[in-house]
C-alpha cells in the first residue's frame, strides 16, 4: 500500500491543471488515476489492477479526503483533493481554448448523450469526436475506433477497476491524449444528479452526502474506506 503513496502527486488542484494543460499543449500521452480508498484497496487485491497503478505511465491525484489524510498520516505531503469532475471540467474547458477534441465513453444511454449535447450547446468550438454508452458489449471494439480518431481527451465513466483497466489494455496504442477513468461524473456534469452541496465540498463530506442519499453505498463505503483506515492505521 505505502508504495502507492509515493506516486501520488502532492500538489494542489492548480498545479494539477498546469500539468494537464501542458501535456495537452505539447500532444504528450497520459493517464490519470483519481484515487480514493477503494482505487488503492483494490490496487491491494488485484494484480493487474497493482501493475497499472505502479506503471511509470501512470498519474496518480488524491480524489478522496481519506486519501490525502492517510497520505498526512503515513508521513506523505499531500495538498488536496483532485476529483474527478473537477478534471473533467477542467479539460473540457481548456480543450476548447487549446482548440482540441474529446471523446466520451460510459454512463447511461441517456446520460452520455445528454452531457454531450450539453457541451456542444456550452461549448460550440469543442470538437467532440464521439461518444459512446457504458453499456455497450465490447468495450475493446469501442477503444479500438476511439484509437482510430486520435482524440486529445478520453474520458472514460465506467466505474472503478473496469474504466482504468480498458484504458491501461490500450494505452499504447495512442500516440498522444489525456485518458482519466471519472467514476460517475457524467452524471453530475449531464446534470442528471446533483453534486453535494458546496458546504460538503468545502468540509470534505462529499462521501458523507453520497451515503446519505444513496444508501446503498453504505455497504461498498465500508468495504473499501472503513477497512483502508483500518489498514493505514496498522502501516502507521
Known amino acids: 500500500m505505502k508504495k502507492y503513496f509515493e506516486k501520488i502527486f502532492g500538489g494542489g488542484q492548480e498545479e494539477f491543471q498546469k500539468v494537464l494543460s501542458k501535456h495537452l499543449e505539447e500532444e504528450k500521452r497520459l493517464f490519470v488515476v483519481t484515487a480514493n480508498p477503494e482505487t488503492l484497496m483494490?490496487?491491494?487485491?488485484?494484480?493487474?489492477?497493482d501493475r497499472l497503478l505502479m506503471d511509470e505511465e501512470t498519474c496518480i491525484?488524491?480524489?478522496?479526503?481519506?486519501?490525502?489524510?492517510?497520505?498526512?498520516?503515513?508521513?506523505?505531503?499531500?495538498?488536496?483533493?483532485?476529483?474527478?469532475?473537477?478534471?473533467?471540467?477542467?479539460?473540457?474547458?481548456?480543450?476548447?481554448?487549446?482548440?482540441?477534441?474529446?471523446?466520451?465513453?460510459?454512463?447511461k444511454e441517456?446520460?452520455?448523450?445528454?452531457?454531450?449535447?450539453?457541451?456542444?450547446?456550452?461549448?460550440?468550438?469543442?470538437?467532440?469526436?464521439?461518444?459512446?454508452?457504458?453499456?455497450?458489449?465490447?468495450?475493446?471494439?469501442?477503444?479500438d475506433r476511439i484509437a482510430e480518431l486520435r482524440p486529445d481527451v478520453v474520458l472514460v465513466a465506467l466505474g472503478i477497476p473496469q474504466?482504468?483497466?480498458?484504458?491501461?489494455?490500450?494505452?499504447?496504442q495512442f500516440e498522444k491524449g489525456i485518458f482519466v477513468g471519472v467514476g460517475g461524473s457524467f452524471d453530475v456534469l449531464s446534470g442528471t444528479k446533483k453534486r453535494a452541496p458546496e458546504i460538503f465540498i468545502k468540509l470534505n463530506l462529499e462521501w458523507l452526502y453520497?451515503?446519505?442519499?444513496?444508501p446503498k453505498r453504505l455497504g461498498r463505503f465500508f468495504r473499501s474506506n472503513i477497512m483502508f483506515i483500518l489498514?493505514?492505521?496498522k502501516m502507521k
Open 163 to 172: 474504466q482504468e483497466l480498458l484504458i491501461y489494455r490500450h494505452l499504447r
Open 110 to 143: 441517456e446520460v452520455v448523450s445528454a452531457l454531450a449535447g450539453k457541451l456542444a450547446a456550452k461549448y460550440p468550438n469543442l470538437g467532440i469526436l464521439g461518444y459512446e454508452n457504458g453499456y455497450v458489449k465490447d468495450k475493446d471494439v469501442v477503444f
Open 210 to 214: 453520497r451515503i446519505t442519499t444513496e
Open 61 to 107: 491525484v488524491p480524489d478522496g479526503i481519506g486519501t490525502v489524510k492517510a497520505a498526512h498520516m503515513l508521513g506523505y505531503d499531500v495538498a488536496e483533493r483532485v476529483t474527478g469532475v473537477e478534471i473533467s471540467q477542467f479539460l473540457l474547458k481548456e480543450a476548447v481554448r487549446q482548440g482540441k477534441t474529446v471523446f466520451l465513453l460510459g454512463a
Open 231 to 233: 489498514k493505514i492505521r
Open 42 to 49: 483494490t490496487g491491494q487485491e488485484n494484480s493487474e489492477f
